[in-house]
C-alpha cells in the first residue's frame, strides 16, 4: 500500500510541471475551487496508470516470445542511441530569438484572424 501512495504522490509532483494538465488544474481551480482541481489530477492520474498498465502488458507479452526478446531490446536500444544523439545536436545549437520571425508568426496569426473574423 505504501508503494501505492508514494506512486500517488509522484503522479502529482508530475502534474504539477507546466504544461496542459498544469493549465486545466489551475483553471478550475480558480473557477471551482479545490475539489475541481484535485479531479484534474486524479483523472489524469488515471489516465497516466491507464496508459502506462497497457504499455507495459504490451510490451511483457512481447517479450514472453524468446523470437522476440533481442529485436524490442535492440530497437529500444537505437531508440536510446537516436534519443542522446539528437539531444547532444540540439544542445551545440545557440538558441535565440529572432525579432523578424516573431514579426512574421504576428503577421501570419492576424491575417488568419481577420480571414476568419470577414466570414
Sequence with gaps: ?????????????????????????VRRGASGGFKAALAVQIGSLVGDATWAVLGLMGVG???QVDALKWP?????AAYLIWLSWDSWKAASIAFSVNENQDEKARSGLK?????????
Design 1 to 25: 500500500m505504501t508503494i501505492l501512495f508514494a506512486a500517488f504522490l509522484l503522479g502529482l509532483v508530475f502534474n504539477a510541471t507546466p504544461g496542459a494538465v498544469f493549465a486545466e488544474t
Design 61 to 63: 507479452l512481447l517479450l
Design 72 to 76: 524490442v531490446g535492440l530497437v529500444g
Design 111 to 119: 491575417s488568419a484572424t481577420d480571414r476568419f473574423a470577414s466570414k
